[in-house]
């Protein structure tokens, strides 16, 4: 497995800021993902972040909201920019080892409440 | 109707029992299978992973895949208190993952 840290652990932002959410895993890893998770609802995928291209948005989730820098093959940063309350939730980078098949391994997460 | 079904719970066992933990899904096209607990205010950690259909064993916890009927089960013998945390499934084509809400699991000395 992987193991994978995120930065920070929680904070609690403003109406109208943005945050950076950074996530560090200790090898390299081609495919990282980053999805959000709310309470009672299942987590789901923001984008997929894969070096050396664009991120890949699903649904409902656009850039100009959740940019996503992918420098490295070990590193990963998602922002949530102009924030509201409906932005409160935990966010969780997870990736997929190479040779691992379809294992995906999460990291702590990042709980954030907006206010 | 969603893609994967998985009941929320909570579902409270006392020590030793065992417990059954199930999703269900609609996409015929999911191959792999997944289940990961997640104890409060951590991330989700890998347990089980299992490619079509089958049964896996690892230690107390047995994964099973039923794709005729569209169904998989998370089997854990001796429930231990430690086992208390929420439960999630998760499947996948090659690539995405889709994840369950989850069942909360609580185990009781």
């Known amino acids: 497995s992987a193991v994978i840290s995120q930065k920070p652990s929680r904070d609690i932002c403003q109406r109208g800021t943005s945050l950076t959410i950074q996530c560090q895993v200790d090898s390299q890893v081609t495919m990282m993902f980053w999805y959000r998770q709310q309470p009672g609802q299942s987590l789901t995928l923001i984008a997929t972040?894969?070096?050396?291209?664009?991120?890949?948005?699903e649904s409902g989730f656009v850039i100009d909201k959740f940019p996503i820098s992918r420098p490295n093959l070990t590193f990963s940063t998602l922002t949530v920019s102009n924030m509201s309350p409906e932005d409160s939730s935990i966010y969780l980078c997870?990736?997929?080892?190479?040779?691992?098949?379809?294992?995906?391994?999460f990291g702590p997460g990042t709980r954030l409440t907006v206010t | 109707q969603k893609e994967v079904e998985q009941d929320p719970g909570p579902l409270s066992v006392p020590e030793g029992a065992i417990v059954s933990l199930n999703c269900t899904y609609s996409n015929s096209a999911f191959q792999y299978f997944m289940w990961y607990r997640q104890y409060s205010r951590k991330g989700p950690e890998l347990l089980m992973y299992t490619y079509s259909s089958g049964n896996k064993e690892d230690g107390r916890f047995t994964a099973q895949v039923d794709k005729s009927s569209k169904y998989i089960s998370l089997f854990i013998r001796d429930s231990q208190p430690s086992d208390s945390a929420t439960y999630l499934c998760?499947?996948?084509?090659?690539?995405?993952?889709?994840f369950g809400t989850g069942t909360r699991l609580q185990v009781f000395p």
């Open positions: 972040a894969n070096q050396g291209s664009e991120a890949t948005y």
């Open positions: 998760a499947m996948s084509e090659p690539d995405k993952l889709i």
């Open positions: 997870s990736v997929r080892p190479s040779g691992r098949g379809n294992e995906q391994y």
